[in-house]
């Protein structure tokens, strides 16, 4: 006997990243631009994937890992049915500043102090930052960011990193109050490039994943990283609070 399980909200999911488009299978709610890279700031350059300048497509392909739409017999299937936010903290290069990302994240999670002619509008419950620097601690302004978001009930979810080392050598997988995820591979073992130690949380596929191309709406590409296994972790974050609203980032 299978029971379908009923959703009970449609959840809010903001992806801090850059490469975004709106393809035939996803289509971004809406967004912002904080990175001072190849754009100016604002809510008209969000969406920033050319393929003759931006070609990483790397937001994109974190996105519709999420929330690609299902059952349109087109594309891939995403892992929850959720409004997506494209929260553009990164130039083009996949390169940038982790203040910005801190100040997308604050912009993110409803920081009246953050851009108060242009809020974000909506609550949102899950964040996925696929992006780090390498520095052996957190830097403050990022983990009062994180904090401030955890403590308005949004859980938020990071990428270990790739470097094969300890991950406690990166931000923010090394910030408090974060779910950190490491990488397997389709066997089940640690991927070779997976950062790893006690500041991982969770691992999650990150080797041969599907997702958008950064060619077309119809292409589809394989990706390598913990960039990749951090949104299976917030999908499934997602999906649990779309069946249970009173599930809290604790």
Same mark, same amino acid.
């Given at each position: 006997?299978?029971?379908?399980?009923?959703?009970?909200?449609?959840v809010n999911v903001a992806v801090l990243d850059s490469g975004f488009r709106n393809t035939a299978d996803?289509?971004?709610?809406?967004?912002?631009?904080?990175?001072?890279?190849?754009?100016?700031? #604002?809510?008209?350059?969000?969406?920033?994937?050319?393929?003759?300048?931006?070609?990483?497509?790397?937001?994109?392909?974190?996105?519709?890992?999420?929330?690609?739409?299902?059952?349109?017999?087109?594309?891939?299937?995403?892992?929850? *049915?959720?409004?997506?936010?494209?929260?553009?903290?990164?130039?083009?290069?996949?390169?940038?500043?982790?203040?910005?990302?801190?100040?997308?994240?604050?912009?993110?999670?409803?920081?009246?102090?953050?851009?108060? *002619?242009?809020?974000?509008?909506?609550?949102?419950?899950?964040?996925?930052?696929?992006?780090?620097?390498?520095?052996?601690?957190?830097?403050?302004?990022?983990?009062?960011?994180?904090?401030?978001?955890?403590?308005?009930?949004?859980?938020?979810?990071?990428?270990?990193?790739?470097?094969?080392?300890?991950?406690?050598?990166?931000?923010?997988?090394?910030?408090?109050?974060?779910?950190?995820?490491?990488?397997?591979?389709?066997?089940?073992?640690?991927?070779?490039?997976s950062n790893f130690g006690s500041k991982v949380d969770v691992s999650a596929? #990150?080797?041969?994943?599907?997702?958008?191309?950064?060619?077309?709406?119809?292409?589809?590409?394989?990706?390598?990283?913990?960039?990749?296994?951090?949104?299976?972790?917030?999908?499934?974050?997602?999906?649990?609070?779309?069946?249970?609203?009173?599930?809290?980032?604790?």
């Amino acid at each position: 006997v299978y029971v379908k399980a009923t959703v009970n909200k449609k959840v809010n999911v903001a992806v801090l990243d850059s490469g975004f488009r709106n393809t035939a299978d996803m289509t971004w709610t809406d967004g912002y631009n904080f990175s001072t890279v190849d754009l100016p700031k #604002g809510r008209d350059n969000y969406l920033d994937y050319d393929p003759d300048s931006c070609t990483t497509g790397h937001g994109q392909a974190v996105g519709e890992i999420i929330g690609a739409t299902t059952n349109n017999a087109y594309g891939m299937a995403g892992i929850v *049915d959720a409004n997506m936010y494209a929260v553009r903290v990164l130039g083009c290069s996949n390169s940038g500043f982790l203040d910005e990302a801190a100040e997308g994240l604050r912009w993110a999670a409803g920081d009246p102090t953050v851009n108060a *002619d242009n809020p974000i509008g909506v609550d949102i419950d899950v964040v996925n930052m696929s992006l780090g620097a390498q520095i052996n601690y957190c830097p403050t302004y990022m983990q009062e960011a994180i904090d401030y978001a955890v403590g308005k009930g949004i859980t938020v979810v990071v990428a270990a990193g790739n470097n094969a080392v300890d991950a406690s050598n990166f931000a923010p997988a090394n910030c408090n109050n974060v779910i950190n995820v490491g990488a397997v591979d389709q066997f089940g073992a640690q991927s070779d490039f997976s950062n790893f130690g006690s500041k991982v949380d969770v691992s999650a596929l #990150g080797s041969v994943v599907l997702s958008a191309g950064t060619n077309s709406d119809s292409d589809y590409s394989y990706w390598f990283g913990t960039s990749f296994a951090a949104p299976i972790q917030t999908g499934i974050i997602a999906m649990g609070i779309g069946l249970d609203p009173t599930l809290t980032p604790n």
